[in-house]
């Protein structure tokens, strides 16, 4: 059902607007609308212009206690005043960034200790002492990289008559590193030699001990060290903020609060009068909350309460809240996929409850499959709160009931008699059609029961919208109910081999509701006394209004005989089981348990998907089109707190 809302307005003294929101307005689910743009007619109002005092606490307080491990498990030291909160958060601040500042140097330390891991480790494989290298006064020396082509020219045509030694380092896919040393009378051919090879110097300070490969580890060594100094200061800010989490948690919870509360002046509205500088909040809330909050504010002289009575005419449509027992409220999802209902229509909630477990009992019949729906569907429910595991376990509960009504048990249809029929076998034979599937022909009725539903649900929402034309002339209208009765009533005689009623009877029920169906704006105009013309000439509004009534023909047609496959569905899942009980063997008296089993997973699986879109699809194009527009908005409270009982 949809929670009938009211629109109020609360008014007081400026600076009271935060006890105000704290001490009531918190404990109450309010959308507060903006009250500059909803009061119009409100002189002399302002804006508030003022910064929120709790929002960089608040964010340190959620930073600091989203760093704890199991802060859900901990209980908020609820002891600690306002002020302690800030001083809690601001001496946790401090501490941290201390840690932190350290922690950064030690990155930065890390960082340069790698940049000169990089530097030496492609020469690893040269066993030499670099400090002693770097401070030969006799050999000239040259480190770097050569590419791998250049290289190998070098070896093969230079290397013999160059006067130089290079010692090779590592090498990769497109250079070699190394070292060439030379005398240093020589050292000037060899460098112009190297640079024509493209050679690319690397300069080595003179910072490392002993051969290239021992400094490297020496380098790791040190690194090693370092991060154990970091992970030593991670530990000791986990245990500064986790021996500080109670008040912490209780800081950010009251916070938030507080914020949240400040945050109301973004919606609130300023008026000076008389020096009196007062605010403005106005907003919508469920009629039995705004009882409660009215009662709880009498005595207070600072609040000023008005309830407006005629909303409609100053304030827009109402939001609209959803309110069902615990068994609907999963559907609610499928009503808010199509579209919330606005505040005069109906909410669908129960129709699609019902219709869609029902349907899809019908169309998955089995009562194996159904418990296992059920029992998968309930416990993840149960566990995860999932809307939709609450409508498969919904789903389940039908199809483990048209599961005896089918006498069908994960596919064996020899173990329990059916209550009612075997879907594969049972078959009916009606005038002029002669022998069908009788499934078929009861999902057509049963189609054509939910169509005249929908077209009485249509006509209920017409009238609470207060659309004469709607109501009486519309294809799903009066009229579009009386023509598709005639029909059904028609088609039923027919079958059961029944007289039919008189010609003039039955032009007089096909003809006239589908004459006021094609005039039906001139009528409209007529009953409401309105004197606009037609947008359109009068041939023009003949010959467009006898298309638009062969389409209303056709879609009742399509949309009759799109509930079919309900009975195909029936009648398929009973064949893709005879299936997989004949691939597993059952047949032959020993069947093979292991392929029933996953042969029963995959088909309560895969298609019980299909089925469950299936079903979908009539709900919204055959059913939901015919009724329900889905124009209305989400009511949104500031805040999701729950009204205190009393």
């Not at 009061?39 to 930073?63: G, H, I």
């Not at 891991?117 to 050569?146: E, M, T």
């Not at 929402?461 to 799903?476: L, Y």
Request: hydrophobic share 45%; aromatic share 12%.
């Amino acid at each position: 059902m949809i929670v009938k809302m009211k629109f109020i307005n609360i008014s007081g003294p400026r600076n009271d607007i935060d006890r105000v929101t704290d001490l009531y307005l918190s404990r109450y689910e309010i959308q507060l609308e903006s009250a500059l743009s909803e009061l119009k007619t409100v002189d002399n109002l302002r804006p508030f212009v003022e910064l929120n005092p709790y929002r960089d606490v608040l964010n340190k307080a959620d930073e600091f206690v989203g760093y704890l491990p199991n802060a859900d498990d901990i209980k908020p030291d609820t002891s600690i005043g306002l002020d302690d909160m800030f001083e809690v958060v601001r001496k946790a601040n401090e501490d941290y960034q201390t840690l932190q500042e350290k922690k950064e140097k030690l990155k930065k330390k890390t960082e340069e200790l790698r940049a000169k891991q990089q530097v030496i480790s492609p020469f690893r494989p040269l066993n030499c002492d670099l400090h002693k290298v770097l401070q030969y006064r006799y050999i000239a020396y040259r480190f770097g990289r050569i590419a791998v082509e250049f290289y190998h020219k070098m070896q093969k045509y230079l290397m013999d008559d160059l006067g130089a030694i290079f010692v090779e380092g590592e090498r990769d896919e497109s250079f070699v590193y190394g070292a060439y040393f030379a005398s240093p009378g020589e050292i000037q051919k060899v460098d112009a030699v190297f640079r024509s090879l493209h050679f690319e110097r690397i300069e080595l300070k003179d910072e490392f001990e002993g051969t290239p490969a021992y400094a490297y580890q020496s380098l790791e060594r040190e690194i090693a060290r370092v991060n154990l100094e970091i992970e030593d200061l991670d530990k000791q800010a986990g245990e500064m903020l986790s021996g500080r989490a109670p008040q912490l948690i209780a800081a950010r919870n009251r916070l938030e609060e507080l914020s949240n509360n400040f945050d109301v002046r973004k919606l609130a509205a300023r008026m000076e009068d008389n020096k009196e500088d007062y605010y403005i909040l106005c907003g919508w809330m469920a009629e039995d909350d705004v009882e409660k909050f009215v009662e709880e504010v009498k005595d207070d002289d600072k609040v000023f309460v008005v309830v407006e009575d005629d909303h409609d005419a100053y304030f827009g449509e109402p939001p609209t809240k959803l309110e069902n027992p615990k068994l609907l409220k999963p559907f609610e999802m499928f009503v808010q996929m199509y579209g919330l209902p606005a505040h005069n229509e109906m909410d669908p909630t129960l129709f699609v409850g019902l219709t869609y477990s029902f349907i899809f009992g019908v169309m998955f019949g089995d009562v194996g499959q159904g418990l296992l729906l059920l029992i998968g569907g309930a416990l993840i429910y149960h566990f995860k709160k999932a809307p939709l595991a609450g409508i498969i376990a919904s789903a389940g509960v039908f199809s483990t009931i048209f599961g005896f009504m089918f006498g069908s048990i994960f596919g064996f249809e020899d173990i329990i008699e059916p209550l009612w029929i075997r879907p594969i076998d049972n078959m009916t034979t009606l005038p002029f059609l002669g022998k069908l599937n009788t499934v078929f022909i009861v999902a057509v009725a049963f189609g054509m029961l939910l169509i005249m539903v929908a077209m009485v649900l249509h006509i209920i929402n017409a009238f609470r919208q207060r659309d004469i034309e709607s109501a009486w002339f519309d294809p799903n209208g009066f009229a579009g109910l009386v023509f598709y009765a005639a029909v059904v009533a028609t088609i039923v005689l027919f079958m059961t081999g029944n007289p039919l009623p008189a010609g003039i009877v039955l032009a007089v029920m096909f003809g006239v509701p589908l004459l006021l169906i094609l005039f039906r704006e001139p009528i409209t105009r007529m009953i409401q006394k309105r004197t606009d013309k037609m947008e359109v000439g009068r041939a023009m509004f003949i010959v467009q209004g006898f298309f638009e009534l062969f389409e209303t023909l056709l879609s009742y047609f399509s949309n009759t005989i799109s509930f079919i496959r309900i009975g195909a569905f029936a009648v398929s899942h009973a064949a893709i089981m005879e299936v997989v009980l004949q691939l597993a063997g059952a047949e032959s008296g020993s069947p093979n348990w292991i392929g029933v089993i996953f042969g029963n997973l995959f088909v309560c699986g895969f298609e019980g998907l299909i089925v469950g879109i299936q079903v979908l699809r009539l709900e919204y194009y055959e059913m939901f089109s015919r009724f329900y527009k889905g124009s209305g908005k989400a009511f949104d409270p500031y805040t999701k707190k729950k009204t205190n009982k009393k």
